[in-house]
């Protein structure tokens, strides 16, 4: 069996890479609190893995419309179809994110 090791400076690189991730996206979700921008929501949508406990996703953004089964965080703008444009967060049965998307909330 063949055992491969991390070297130091390779961990280091990696925890650096991950809180500058977390930053980013904590630095976005702050942005979006304070301005309700498609640019910062975006962002968020992108960054964040999926499988994300929802108060950590509550935290981010700020309250959601709760749907019970989503989460839905809107801007100040409709697109072509005339309907709100916002994000959705799904929540599986634990409790955890599980699809997200940014685009027309038609209903």
């Known amino acids: 069996m063949m055992v491969k090791f991390i070297s130091c400076g390779s961990l ?3 925890m650096c890479l991950a809180c500058q ?5 904590e630095k976005y979700g702050q942005h979006y609190q304070q301005h309700q921008d ?3 929501l975006s962002k968020v949508v992108e960054l964040l893995p999926l499988d ?3 108060s950590y996703v509550r935290r981010l953004l700020g309250e959601p419309i ?3 089964f989503d989460f839905r965080y809107l801007i100040d703008s409709v697109g072509p179809n005339g309907c ?8 599986s049965e634990t409790g955890k994110t599980d ?3 940014l685009d027309e909330i038609c209903e």
Do not use: C, N, P, R
Request: hydrophobic share 45%; no cysteine; glycine share 8%.
């Open 66 to 68: 709760d749907m019970g």
């Open 99 to 101: 699809q997200q998307w």
């Open 12 to 14: 280091l690189l990696f």
């Open 38 to 40: 498609y640019e910062s």
């Open 21 to 25: 991730q977390k930053s980013s996206l």
């Open 84 to 91: 709100v444009i916002g994000a959705v967060f799904h929540i």
């Open 52 to 54: 994300t406990d929802t």
